[in-house]
Nanobody, 113 residues
Framework: VQLQASGGGLVQAGGSLRLSCAAS????????MNWYRQAPGKQRELVAT??????NYAASVTGRFTISRDNAKNTVYLQMNSLKPEDTAVYYC?????????WGQGTQVTVSS
């Protein structure tokens, strides 16, 4: 299984970015699809989760970020609005498929003040 993430970049505070992550190479559909992030010098943290029927968010992004998934494309998205400098991090997609988990390669998001 391969995860291909894209959509990171440099944006000013208050701006928006949309991340995407496509899973390929499996006969099975993803169960849970997540986005994590890791800022310099900090531990990796869970940002948002999308199961087949629900979503959940870290308190720090609730109301600003929206996770969604296209099950036909095995793709998960993260719409990030009202970005803050503290959102600067490498963002990773994380997918569970058939009782195994996979990580994407990470995409850099930098928010300037």
């Amino acid at each position: 299984v391969q995860l291909q993430a894209s959509g990171g970049g440099l944006v000013q505070a208050g701006g928006s970015l949309r991340l995407s992550c496509a899973a390929s190479g499996s006969l099975f559909s993803p169960n849970t699809m997540n986005w994590y992030r890791q800022a310099p010098g900090k531990q990796r943290e869970l940002v948002a989760t999308a199961t087949r029927g629900s979503t959940n968010y870290a308190a720090s992004v609730t109301g600003r970020f929206t996770i969604s998934r296209d099950n036909a494309k095995n793709t998960v998205y993260l719409q990030m609005n009202s970005l803050k400098p503290e959102d600067t991090a490498v963002y990773y997609c994380h997918v569970s498929i058939a009782n195994r988990v996979y990580w994407g390669q990470g995409t850099q998001v930098t928010v300037s003040s």
